[in-house]
């Protein structure tokens, strides 16, 4: 079993829907990522949390510290959100275990 | 400011060759990651600096691969000899305080070995 697990694998929506995109870890953290990679390849942060949660503009990201689970959302979902969201756990020793990835797919 | 600066984008090597790959990160950040993306196997760290010192190389494949920090706005991966399975997108990303600062990706080298 993955040490990250994220949910769905692949996402398909229609433009403005409201999008969800689940994370469940099995380690201990010391904080939580959320990134973004675009089809041409580049990775962008969006989140760092350790709990609670935090907004940027359509995006929120929330995180379960009891549960090891958390939540990616997207607001008015846009042809431009479409992307590979990776979520990431930071551990003790530094390093980052990666989820798989979600690949979302919006449509106009 | 520039953000983390990795050169080439691109690399098609044979089988064999030496491959370096370079990374120049964001000035003032104290830790550097190298980083290996493949279908298969997703992201994966390969080693880490703090201040310029190797802090975890364990997920460094084998002793064909090295990296180097001799200062702190300069890193390098080194691959000799290469083969086919090193084919992947490597990035480089770095950070200020690793737990509490999100991390910054190079645009990453495709590396692709014949």
């Known amino acids: 079993k993955n040490e990250v697990e994220q949910s769905p694998q692949n996402l398909t929506a229609q433009e403005g829907e409201f999008i969800t995109i689940n994370c469940s870890y099995s380690v201990g953290i010391s904080a939580l990522h959320w990134l973004q990679q675009h089809p041409g390849g580049g990775i962008v942060s969006l989140f760092m949390?350790?709990?609670g949660k935090k907004k940027h503009g359509r995006l929120i990201a929330t995180i379960n510290i009891q549960e090891k689970h958390s939540s990616l959302h997207i607001t008015a979902s846009h042809p431009r959100d479409s992307a590979v969201y990776i979520c990431?756990?930071?551990?003790?020793?530094?390093?980052?275990?990666f989820g798989k990835g979600t690949k979302l797919s919006v449509k106009p | 400011d520039a953000g983390v600066i990795q050169s080439p984008r691109h690399e098609v090597t044979e089988m064999g060759q030496e491959v370096t790959l370079r990374c120049k990160p964001i000035?003032?950040?104290?830790?550097l990651f190298w980083y290996r993306q493949t279908m298969m196997r997703g992201l994966e760290l390969l080693i880490y600096?703090?201040?310029?010192?190797?802090?975890?190389d364990s997920g460094m494949p084998e002793d064909r691969f090295s990296a180097k920090m001799p200062n702190a706005s300069f890193s390098t991966l080194k691959i000799q000899p290469s083969e086919p399975r090193d084919s992947a997108v490597y990035f480089c990303?770095?950070?200020?305080?690793?737990?509490?600062?999100?991390?910054?990706f190079g645009n990453g080298t495709r590396l692709t070995v014949t």
């Open positions: 000035s003032g950040h104290n830790s």
């Open positions: 600096f703090n201040n310029n010192v190797p802090i975890d």
């Open positions: 990431a756990v930071g551990g003790s020793q530094g390093n980052l275990i």
């Open positions: 949390l350790s709990s």
């Open positions: 990303a770095s950070t200020w305080e690793f737990y509490n600062s999100p991390l910054h």
